[in-house]
């Protein structure tokens, strides 16, 4: 069974998934391979709408192996991956405050996140998706001041895995 990690941008999603697993699947990778481009040129060209359609086929494929999963941030927008999520019996939520993971977002220049140009903009759009992140979550972790190897560490104990 799929080992799923949910959460905004920044709380560190693929870096924990590398850890659990050598082979692990970043969603935003596969979604890229399938587009055939970045996917910040994606939401300029079609839009977040079917950005969004394009998630969801990825994903409903994704979750059907039993691998690690890191999605993107927005995962939670479609209500079809909400009902995955809800049916899947391991997804762990990464979270922290705003300000942590702005910080982080802000500091990172090898993603290009299209939601995630203007602070308040974000800030508004992490209110909005923590209540759905909390609610399709088996196991929540306070990234705030955790290591990305303690948060590895956390999931294996959970579900007993080496």
Known sequence: MSII???FM???????????AEEFTDLDKLIEEEIEMPI??????????DFRKIENEVFELAVQ???IIAT????????????????????????ADFDTLWKRISMD????????????AAQLLFEKRMKDYSLVADLTIDVTDKSPEQIAEQIREKWEIE
């Open 5 to 7: 990690l949910i959460g």
């Open 10 to 20: 920044g709380a560190g999603k693929s870096t924990v998934a590398k850890l659990l």
């Open 40 to 49: 910040a040129t994606f939401f300029e060209l079609f839009g977040e709408a």
């Open 65 to 67: 192996k039993d691998i």
């Open 72 to 95: 993107g941030g927005g995962i939670i927008e479609n209500p079809k991956n909400l009902n995955v999520l809800d049916r899947a019996s391991r997804v762990v939520f990464l979270t």
């Open 109 to 120: 220049w090898q993603n290009v996140r299209p939601l995630a140009q203007d602070k308040e």
